[in-house]
């Protein structure tokens, strides 16, 4: 078996200047590129998947066609290599996007990095970016397989790391019928529902005047919003599969050896990763198999969650390319990859900026609390009017984007980017994070200024300004953008809404560690912990909404129709979780 993911994991695409085993490539393409069996928790690969050979020939012939093409145009500047690790060493000890964006100081926004033994142009300017992601969209809208996605995603079948006419496919569904706006408005009572206990566990701790490692409490949030939408109930084994795909996160990084030295593709199986990948990838295949079949078992019409959608669009059987079962589980691997952290993240790294910028957190407060006062409660229809809050998300956007690098791109066709040849199959990378605190496109680009939105600077991150890119851009931009900005605003609104913040005792501002942690995504390294107290006390909507769920009243009964009905009318009770001295 291990032999087998060794030969389909060296069928990756290759650099510019190839390593020897490549010459292998095409006869590795047919004879191990196949679909897995996990049912049965085994895994055994087919070679019958025409739509993913294809996506593998792409591959091939991208190669091909990088060894004949003539390199044009004036060499690529860049940081000089050593024989074997290439430029690895102008990496190490420093983050992946700062020790990028040192080096493109020194040598220029269009740079070549030789890493390991695979050739990667590293773009860091708003031009560059612009070619790829917008001018040259169609032929740099491919991905490199890596080693972690080939492992874990069925061969590549999920949204974010297939290629070609399949993911073509698979991605007209995740907007038109996952995570499009419809879709996406018809979680808000599920959002409503779990901001509420976020809400209420925070409110526990104001009362009690202790700290909340809001970090950790933010993912809970998150993943618990992604299993319901996906999974349609909560789901027993959800620490076990979040804890999985965590670790899978951690290891998708692209940084493996077989990645970087795809000669040395043995290595990821000999120092175990492969194994490691293997593992992880049974766990959540056996949780994903066991709610598929439960779901096959009850169909249900009326209020379907993500893998009823899949399951009625496969059996339609109308789509272009037809999915599978092994589609369905790598597409839902996606949403809680890409779905889970990036949102809570955010969170947290506006409320670490806001709690080092007590004006900025001033205002936040005022806008909610003067526009909700009568109220007492904020909804997620009221989120709109929030204009500031929203600067604030921007602002943390540009500053802490999740993606610093965006996913890595290859290009399709040999082609010219600003002069310079980049062959096909190149890998190439966008630095967005330096690109959003660029002197040349930012004023005072290193402070969190969130008015610097409100007063005459209107970028958006929808994709159309270049140095401003936290979702990506063109095709292949992020798919869940709506499903992560309705989560994200309706959660800062209501934290920042019903309490008050302030560092743990003893803390001052200049004790708060900022740093990030090293991975695929820039999370903060150490979860923050602040301590809450209680400004406008929760209200009964809100509550009744977390009995009805605790109480496991299924959200779908008329018995959670009259929870809600009685928390909307008002009859439910408030959570005096605020002292007396506090209701000012
Ligand atoms: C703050 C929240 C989020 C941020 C900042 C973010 C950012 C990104 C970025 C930078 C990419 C790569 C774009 C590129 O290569 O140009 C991406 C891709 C993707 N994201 Fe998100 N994301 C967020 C939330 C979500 C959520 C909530 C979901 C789904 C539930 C999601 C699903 C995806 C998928 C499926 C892709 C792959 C798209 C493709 O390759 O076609 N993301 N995201």
Known sequence: MLQRHASYAAASPCSMDPPPFCGLLPWLLSHSVGKSHLASNTLTWETSDLTLTRERSFQASAYLRSKSSKNTGPEFPGPWHLPLIGSLHHLVGALPHHALRDLARRHGPVMRLRVGQ?????????????????????????????????????????????????????????????????????FASLRAEQVSLLMRDVGYAATAGKEINLGARLNELTNSIVVQASFGRRCPQQKKFMDTIKEVIKMSSGF???????????????????????????????????????????????????????????????????????????????????????????????????????????????????AMKGKGYVEESDVPQFA????VVKETLRLHPPFPLLFPRVGQETTQVLGYTIPAGTRVLINVWALARDPKYWHDGESFKP?????????????????????????????????????????????????????????????????????????????LHLVPSPRFPLRSKSFVCIVANYKGIPRTSRAHDFFFMAGLLGFGCELKLAKTKLQR
Not at 153 to 172: H, I, P, T
Not at 388 to 391: A, G, L, V
Request: glycine share 6%; charged share 25%.
């Open 118 to 186: 695979v050739d990667q142009i590293v773009l860091t300017s708003r031009e560059g970016a612009q070619q790829i992601l917008k001018a040259q969209d169609a032929n740099f809208a491919f991905r490199p397989e890596l080693t972690a996605a080939k492992i874990i995603a069925y061969g590549c079948r999920d949204v974010a790391f297939s290629n070609g006419e399949y993911w073509r496919q698979l991605r007209k569904l995740c907007v038109m019928e996952l995570l499009g706006a419809k879709r996406v408005k018809s």
């Open 256 to 370: 493996s050896v077989g990645d970087l030295f795809p000669s040395l593709k043995i290595m990821d199986v000999l120092t175990g990763f492969s194994t490691k990948l293997i593992h992880y990838h049974k766990k959540l295949d056996a949780i994903l198999e066991e709610t598929i079949q439960e779901h096959l078992l009850s169909r249900r019409d009326d209020e379907e969650d993500l893998i009823d959608v899949l399951l009625r669009l496969k059996d339609q059987g109308d789509l272009e390319v037809p999915i599978s079962y092994e589609s369905i589980k790598a597409l839902v691997i996606d949403l809680f990859a890409g779905g889970t952290e990036t949102t809570a993240n955010t969170i947290e790294w506006a409320m670490s900026e806001l709690i080092l910028h007590p004006q900025a957190m001033n205002r936040a407060q005022t806008e909610v609390r003067e």
């Open 388 to 391: 500031y809050i929203h600067s």
């Open 451 to 527: 008015e610097r939105f409100q007063e005459g600077d209107d970028k958006e991150f929808k994709g159309n300004d270049f140095e401003f890119l936290p979702f990506g851009a063109g095709r292949r931009m992020c798919a869940g953008m709506s499903f992560g900005l309705s989560t994200l605003e309706l959660a800062l609104a209501q934290l920042l809404f019903h309490f008050d913040w302030a560092l743990p005792k003893g803390m001052t501002p200049g004790d708060l560690d900022m740093a990030e942690s090293f991975g695929s995504s820039a999370s903060r390294k150490i979860n």
